[in-house]
């Protein structure tokens, strides 16, 4: 009987162990979306920046 309880224990830890592996795996998986969203924001920044140059240079 105190073996199965130490070998609930461990399936127990395991579990724990597996679901904080999950929560880790999300949290990484926003923050690469995160920077994906930032570098698109950061290119179309890029993008109106140069169609401002552009239009300048034709006015001038």
Avoid: W
Wanted: charged share 90%.
């Amino acid at each position: 009987r105190e073996r199965e309880r130490e070998r609930e224990r461990e399936r127990e830890r395991e579990r724990e162990r597996e679901r904080e592996r999950e929560i880790r795996e999300r949290e990484r998986e926003r923050e690469r979306e995160r920077e994906e969203r930032e570098r698109e924001r950061e290119r179309e920044r890029e993008r109106e920046r140069e169609r401002e140059r552009e239009i300048i240079k034709h006015c001038l």
